[in-house]
């Protein structure tokens, strides 16, 4: 009986290993298949997604809606091939499909979706020859409104930079989309000039913008704030706070340059030399010929409403709008400042021109010290006599008696406390702070968030183009404001570069 007993409970323990070997063998199996099939689902989802990306990147190739949609498309189905080509580990019957679609305002979405048949090594002793596996990949590209500020001004010929900075420029506009995208540009050197209107059909409409970008010209000083305040009116009339807003600006150079309403020079004071030199004027001598010398200057000779004169009873000048340049970077102890000259350029290569309006109107140069309606630096120079101070703010409203340089301003005297507008350093330092407060006050616009993008070649300040770019390297960095970038070329070999490297950026925070 027990040897009987002991055999039937060894049976009993064979037949439960052997069940046992089986349920171990399944479930062995059934992980390895499951790893595969992981690893299948993997490889696809990694198809699509890649896929996708790149079929949003493209919609920015073709000069219609449906040649850019056929683009993507195309794109997609190559990437999507090169990722899981047919039979990829083993699989079959694959299907993909893509679908170019608008999803938000101004936003276009790419969505790619693919299935295979995976077969199964454990699974079909079950009965269960393969598996259907899908994924899904999903990109979308909000369309880019964009005003490029492109300096223009003298320094670009100087460095040989002119031409090089053309050429990298059109290759960037090539790479944003017909029909979607919004271009436009501003150029600028000592005036400012509306190169082209924002619009979707930069690359259809005539003049394209890429041909008007081959015939800007390069000459005059820096006027960077008033190009940029200009460029953020331009994207302000569109008003889509959904759309990404950009301004991209590239200099070469340090802002010279400020525009503002000046009060006229109604008092004698004590003033660096303005270079006139036994000049007579209404048969009045004025000597002030070194501009390293400080002199007990004259009033103004610029005339009022009803073409009177200081000399003559009830003289009452109106205000005056122009720009001012300082010589050089704007960093000279005493040199010459130019002026008063027309904000506005005419044409792309215009040259700087002083005022020449109508009598009795703000930009008018009657009578002045400078000469008015010339192109001639040298009889520019005159303006310290015309020019009460610098104002604290410009055109625009961007504070220039701070917050970054700081200026240089009367000690005494009628005009005592006030920015000096005798001394070039003052005035760079004006136009500079001028610039990094517009940069600002753009950014903290919460009705229309806009970023910057900024470019400088060879001597630039890169601290305050970091500061207008609110770089994350810079050191008034704010997270809450927009994020923006800084590219610096160090010289004119390395635009093209700059350029594409900005490109690139902005395109990837469209998707």
């Avoid at 700087?352 to 520019?380: E, I």
């Avoid at 910057?452 to 601290?463: C, E, R």
Wanted: glycine fraction near 8%; charge should be positive.
């Amino acid at each position: 009986m027990r040897g009987r007993s002991s055999e039937g409970r060894r049976g009993i323990a064979l037949v439960m290993l052997a069940v046992s070997l089986v349920l171990i063998i399944f479930m062995v199996g059934l992980a390895v298949d499951a790893s595969y099939l992981y690893t299948v689902r993997a490889k696809l989802s990694m198809a699509c997604d890649a896929a996708a990306l790149a079929a949003a990147r493209s919609l920015n190739v073709g000069l219609s809606m449906a040649a850019q949609e056929a683009s993507a498309k195309a794109r997609a189905q190559a990437f999507f091939d090169a990722n899981f080509p047919n039979g990829a580990l083993s699989t079959r019957n694959r299907t993909s499909s893509v679908i170019v679609e608008e999803t938000a305002l101004r936003t276009r979405s790419v969505t790619v979706s693919a299935s295979v048949d995976a077969p199964t090594y454990f699974m079909r002793l079950a009965g269960i020859p393969s598996v259907p596996v899908s994924a899904l990949g999903k990109a979308s590209r909000r369309d880019v409104n964009m005003m490029m500020v492109l300096d223009r001004s003298g320094s670009m010929n100087n460095a040989g930079a002119c031409e090089p900075m053309k050429s990298a420029a059109r290759s960037f506009v090539s790479r944003f989309a017909e029909g979607r995208d919004r271009l436009g540009m501003i150029t600028f050197s000592s005036s400012w000039h509306h190169a082209y209107p924002l619009t979707k059909n930069f690359k259809t409409q005539s003049p394209t913008l890429d041909s008007v970008i081959s015939n800007i010209t390069c000459n005059g000083g820096t006027s960077m704030a008033m190009a940029v305040s200009e460029a953020y009116n331009q994207l302000a009339l569109v008003n889509e706070p959904g759309s990404l807003n950009i301004i991209m600006l590239f200099t070469d150079g340090i802002p010279t340059g400020l525009t503002a309403q000046f009060k006229v020079k109604t008092s004698i004071d004590s003033r660096f030399g303005n270079n006139e030199s036994n000049r007579v004027l209404d048969g009045i001598t004025y000597n002030y010929p070194n501009t390293g010398t400080t002199y007990t200057m004259e009033r103004s000779s610029c005339r009022d409403p009803l073409n009177r004169h200081y000399t003559q009873a009830g003289w009452s000048p109106q205000d005056r709008i122009g720009v001012l340049v300082a010589q050089g970077e704007g960093t000279d102890s005493t040199g010459s400042v130019f002026g008063l000259i027309q904000p506005y350029a005419t044409t792309i290569s215009a040259v700087d021109r002083t005022l020449n309006g109508p009598q009795g109107t703000p930009t008018s140069g009657a009578g002045c010290a400078f000469v008015a309606n010339t192109t001639d630096y040298n009889n520019m120079r005159y303006v310290k006599r015309d020019i009460a101070f610098v104002p604290n703010f410009d055109l625009y409203g961007n504070r220039m008696d701070c917050c970054y340089r700081t200026v240089s301003t009367f000690t005494s005297g009628p005009y005592a406390g006030r920015i000096r507008p005798d001394r070039p350093v003052a005035v760079g330092a004006a136009a500079t702070n001028a610039m990094d407060n517009a940069a600002k006050r753009i950014r903290q616009d919460i009705n229309m968030p806009t970023m910057f993008y900024v470019i400088g070649l060879g001597s630039v300040d890169s601290v305050l183009l970091k500061r207008v770019a609110n770089d994350p390297t810079s050191p008034t960095y704010n997270r809450d404001e927009p994020t923006g970038l800084y590219v610096y070329a160090p010289d004119r070999t390395q635009l093209n570069q700059a350029f594409a490297r900005i490109a690139s950026e902005i395109l990837r925070l469209s998707q």
